[in-house]
């Protein structure tokens, strides 16, 4: 992406903007990344802990894994947003590229569009899933599921949130 020489009009860097809420969702940002490194680190860490007590030492630290899993899943959740609100989602854009600003500027609004519906549906499929399973018990920590869940619609929430802001971002 970094080699392109044209760059898509409406999804222009967030640190350009002005304004509270404009300001505000780059400073979300940040702190999201730096809690994402934070995770990270945290997870090698750990898992590395994990390894060398297991090969080295026959032991483990009870529930370790299931932690790795838990930070895992919300690295993912919250990372997909970042990726949106920086503009570095899933996207083939080589033909869009080529077209006139005004129809990128309508096929990026399009795409927002549809990331804003994919996302509102994963989080309703996602309060569904936690209503009927976040309750049971992680058999090794032993706290709720919903733990775990939870981090699915938090992650759509943000993402659908970076959506409307890129969308209104002009």
Request: aromatic share 8%; net charge positive; hydrophobic share 50%.
């Amino acid at each position: 992406r970094h080699n392109q020489q044209r760059r898509n009009p409406a999804c222009t860097p967030h640190r350009k903007r002005t304004g509270t809420m404009k300001n505000s969702l780059p400073a979300l940002t940040r702190i999201l990344e730096q809690l994402l490194a934070i995770a990270l680190f945290g997870m090698f860490a750990l898992v590395t802990v994990l390894v060398v007590l297991r090969y080295v030492f026959t032991t483990t630290i009870i529930g370790g894994n299931e932690a790795t899993v838990i930070a895992f899943i919300f690295t993912t959740a919250i990372g997909a947003s970042v990726a949106i609100a920086r503009d570095e989602h899933i996207a083939i854009d080589y033909f869009v590229l080529k077209l006139p600003d005004p129809w990128q500027r309508k096929i990026a609004v399009l795409r927002l569009l549809l990331l804003i519906l994919i996302n509102a549906a994963i989080m309703l499929y996602a309060f569904e899933w936690i209503e009927r399973t976040g309750g049971f018990l992680m058999p090794t920590l032993g706290v709720p599921q919903i733990l775990a869940q939870i981090s699915v619609p938090i992650g759509c929430a943000l993402s659908i949130a970076y959506c409307i802001a890129r969308m209104f971002q002009r």
